[in-house]
């Protein structure tokens, strides 16, 4: 992160300005926990078309990063209107794809099903595509959705392997995932694992996005999960703690603040209660300003109260 202060500053010496030189300063602010800094940058993109919304779509990003969802849910919505409006309809699909990513995440099955739905009524390009498929296989729900959202997801990652035979990041890093994630919803923890041995090389990367780190990480992620399921609490830390030590790579996608809780998940399956009680206690403090009704906030809670 000094490197890339270091530049902006460098930059603004030299009276340089650009988008992109806006938005690496509003990640150096998000870095560091810095809310005045993301603001400016967001006030400075107000109706500047092909950037309003990349910043509105970082504000929503960063507001469920800390738990605030109803926040996040009004940025998105501008967000997806200012793309509209720049008649940028790709975009705005990868917005209501990632909107639809983090209420999956966050338990809101249903809202994760419409905005995936919203997001491929737009466009079905790659990285939508995937979005969409791992927000189904996240909440596949028998209880709110039956089987739908599986069987859904299924035929976008057939799809995904049909259309994109030899490119490399939907073969080496979205497939994998989608496979994984598949398995576990279905109970099958050793297939998840096995599913994500080949992405292994390639999961630390980022994937092709213009100004932010969308979808980075999640192989790593669902493994975590997939270990946490399958009860091996000290392999499942190692692959959340990878998240935790990458936070440039992460940065605000939901999962950087979701590793905290998993990390406490893994360490009270190893019977390390101070440990486990330390993890929940970091993903309480980043969300203790969040909405007290999201699903894993209070089953987070619930789990907490229970340690021994």
Sequence with gaps: MKEAQATTEEARAKKLDSPALHVLEFWIAFLQNDGQGMSRQTAWAAGKPGIEDVLLASEAATAAYFGRLSKAREFSRQAVTSSERAEEKETAAGYQAEAALREALFENPAEAGQRAAAALGLSKGRDVQFAAALALAFAAHPKVLGSRPLDKAEQLADDLAKRFPEDTIAKFNYLPTIRAQLALSRNDATQAIEALQTASPYELGTT????????????????????????????????????LDHRGVVLNEPIGALAHLGLARAYALQGDTAKAKAAYQDFFSLWKDADPDIPVLRQAKSEYGNLK
């Design 208 to 243: 092709a996005q213009a100004y932010f780190n969308f979808l980075c990480l999640y192989p790593v992620y669902v493994r975590g999960e997939a270990y946490l399921a399958a009860r091996q609490g000290k392999e499942a830390a190692v692959e959340f703690q990878k998240i």
